[in-house]
Every structure is written in C-alpha cells, then in structure tokens.
C-alpha cells in the first residue's frame, strides 16, 4: 500500500443522532483514540466522516467506525474498551490476510468468543487439534479466558462429559492455611476469573446446577495424584505455581478423549525459595512432542486497558530473558 496521503469520506447509516453520539463519545474521545492508534485524522458533520492519513490507516479507520456504529444498535454506551477491542480485532484481520491461519471463533450457548490478536487465532487453532496446550504469558492476555470458552463449547457439543477446574494451592503473600474452610472453599475465590468465563458462556443458574452435579468440577492441584481423567476438558490456571514433580503429576492424569490447557506467567512465580517452576521447565522439555502444543503471548496480545500493555512493557524491559521462550 501506498505511504502517501489519502483521504476519504465515510457516510455511517442510517443517520440516528443517539447512535453517532455513542460512536463519537464524550468530547469526540472515542474518535481521538482512533486516531492516535492508527495514525489519521477524523472530522465529522452529523454521519459523514472525514478521514485523512495514509490508504492503509484510512481503510482501517473506516472498518474500525462501521464495526463500532454497528455495535451502537445493541450497545447502550460504547466505552474506551469496546473502542480497542475493535481496533485489536482489526489488526487481527490485517495479519492473517498475510498467513495460513484460518479464523477461528467459539460459539457458546450465550456468546460468541472472538480471537483479538494473531496469538489468540494461533491459541484457539492449537487447543482444537491438540490433546495438552500451553499458555504462556502476562496477565491479560486472553489465555484463561479462551481455554474456558473451548471447554464449554466442547460441553455442549458433547465432546467430553465434563470440565475440571485446576490450581495450585499457592497464593502470594498469603497461605492458604490461614483461610476458612475446606480445601475446595480455600481456592475458590482464587478461581474468580474462571467462574466469570462461565457465567457468561452459560449463566449463573447453568453454572450452579453443572457444580452441583459435578460436570463441572473444581479441585486442587494437590488432589489430582491417582486420578485418570477421560472424556474430559481439564484447566490448569496459575501453571507457574505448580512444581516440576506436580507438572509431571498433573500431564500423566490425561486420559481417552480428553483435552488439558496449562495457562500460566512464569515471570509471576510465587513457590517458595528452592522450589523450580514446573510450567518453566516444561518449556524446554516438552516442546516439539507431537500432541502438545505451546502458545507464547506477549504484552502486545493484552485485551485490557491500553496501560497494562505498556506497564508489562515496562517490567519486560528489567527483567533477564528466558532463553526458553521463543520472541
């Protein structure tokens, strides 16, 4: 594509003030963020949208605003979020025009779960045709989230019998002796996000009587020695708290027709001194085993707030490489 100056005028229908106004934001600052991301100018008169920068940016501005006014039909109060999941989903599109990677999206009873960067799409194709998976990287970054999605998805298509929801008993600052009740009622509220993934694939109710019926089961990693699990979708969360004996405990419980996702931040290690991360060693032991997949997520996968992708950045930047993960 050209680099020279290009401009063009984009006409969003049908012209509905309410719907413009939610587009724009408050003092035009969904259009401000637009433009700082990919580079152009945006002016408008009522739904005729001027853009100038280059072809390139132009084209994606133009996308990025259809898809967002389209959104406006549904979505009271477009935020900054919805803006930059927009403009992410975008850059996914542009990437895989240049690569064999098929899109990927994950239909739930209640939701469809989109890939929002190249890594995700990479994550999603991997868990779908590979029996243990591993993901890797900072917070934010869609592993939990997308492993879950693939579980209930192969729930309610009938592909496995049930869902177990795994984590070590390591928490930082804090051990877990110290809380009430027993070991399921310990970690519950560590697995918040894994609980918030299934309210809004299955709803509240269908999440409550899936655990009272024990498809969907939660344990500790600790009480995973002994068991085989077949026909099931098994989630490991917080990896990098599981020591190298409770990783090889942990993969070798894998049983017929089930899949097991392993999602993790190795540079978020809260063992006790002397203890080696399990998911760290599984890096340079595992890979290229046919059956196991690995998926790398950098900070420029995160679907948060802007901000968290440069505080990650910042941290990246003072903290020694790990010859192990591939950039």
Do not use: W
């Not at 003030?17 to 259009?31: I, P, S, T, V, Y």
């Amino acid at each position: 594509m050209s680099d020279s100056i290009h401009s063009t005028d984009l006409s969003l229908t049908p012209f509905d003030n309410r719907r413009l106004a939610n587009l724009c934001g408050r003092f035009d600052e969904h259009l401000r963020h637009i433009e700082r991301q990919l580079g152009v100018e945006i002016s408008n008169r009522g739904n005729i949208f001027h853009i100038v920068g280059t072809e390139t940016t132009v084209k994606a501005a133009c996308r990025v605003l259809k898809s967002l006014y389209h959104e406006t039909k549904s979505i009271t109060e477009i935020t900054p979020t919805h803006v930059h999941l927009a403009l992410k989903e975008h850059a996914l599109e542009i990437e895989q025009q240049d690569t064999d990677t098929p899109f990927v999206s994950i239909k739930t009873r209640l939701s469809e779960v989109r890939p929002r960067s190249p890594n995700q799409a990479h994550y999603l194709q991997n868990i779908l045709n590979h029996d243990i998976n591993f993901g890797i990287g900072p917070a934010g970054t869609g592993k939990t989230f997308l492993a879950v999605a693939c579980a209930v998805a192969a729930l309610e298509q009938e592909k496995i019998r049930r869902i177990l929801l795994v984590r070590p008993a390591v928490e930082a600052g804090e051990r877990l002796g110290f809380l009430p009740g027993d070991i399921a009622q310990k970690i519950d509220p560590y697995l918040r996000p894994l609980y918030d993934a299934l309210y809004e694939m299955l709803g509240f109710e269908r999440v409550a009587k899936l655990l009272e019926r024990q498809v969907i089961e939660i344990a500790s990693l600790a009480y995973m020695r002994g068991r085989t699990l077949n026909d099931a979708f098994i989630i490991l969360d917080e990896g990098q708290n599981a020591t190298v004996e409770q990783m090889k405990m942990f993969l070798t419980r894998l049983g017929f027709s089930s899949t097991a996702v392993v999602t993790g931040d190795i540079t978020q290690i809260d063992l006790p001194k002397g203890k080696q991360s399990g998911l760290r060693q599984v890096t340079g032991l595992l890979q290229g085993i046919p059956g196991i997949s690995f998926t790398f997520f950098r900070s420029t996968d995160v679907v948060r707030h802007p901000v968290v992708q440069k505080i990650i950045e910042a941290y990246e930047s003072h903290e020694p490489k790990n010859d192990n993960i591939p950039e």
